[in-house]
């Protein structure tokens, strides 16, 4: 059965939706009705700093805190789906320092990181002013997919600004629909 792990990097404050959360819960709708669908807001979770400790120590300790059920979560899913506004033309920050676990959890004595993430499969849905300044950051995630031998498909994007800016977009709304069951 496929599990969906949606890693919602919006900065949004609390209570408001943002456009990319919108366009991926268009997508997510359209999912079989026993799909495995696991929402998490990153800005929310008290993820530590990374600290490189490639050339000094060379391994990592287990997770603790937020950090270890986020764990547990990506490696159960089948499909990881980035929920990521495009801010300043690149990854947003809680996105970011999750990704920078990724360098950790790859060091873990045992947790065999790269070998379970490898034909997983990483969606993008996005959403800024302009698809040709998004593409810096899909280029990104898509080497991140290929690192690890996951299946990288394509991102859907949406024009976003204003809230529900991307209700207008649709292109994207109708694109939503089918995106996640390609």
Known sequence: MAKFLFLNASTREPGHVGNSETLARRAAAGLPADTEQNWCKLADLELPPFVDLRHTAGTYPMPTGDAKPLLDATLDATDLVFVSPVYWFSVPSPLKIYLDHWSAWLRIPGLDFKEKM?????????????????????????????????????????????????????????????????
């Open 118 to 182: 490898a034909g997983k499969r990483l969606w993008v849905i996005a959403t800024s002013g302009n698809r040709e300044k998004a593409q810096p950051m899909f280029d990104s995630y898509r080497y991140c997919a290929e690192f690890l031998g996951m299946q990288w498909q394509a991102p859907l994007w949406g024009r976003g600004g204003a809230p529900d800016a991307v209700l207008a977009d649709g292109e994207a709304m109708a694109a939503a629909a089918s995106f996640l069951s390609r």
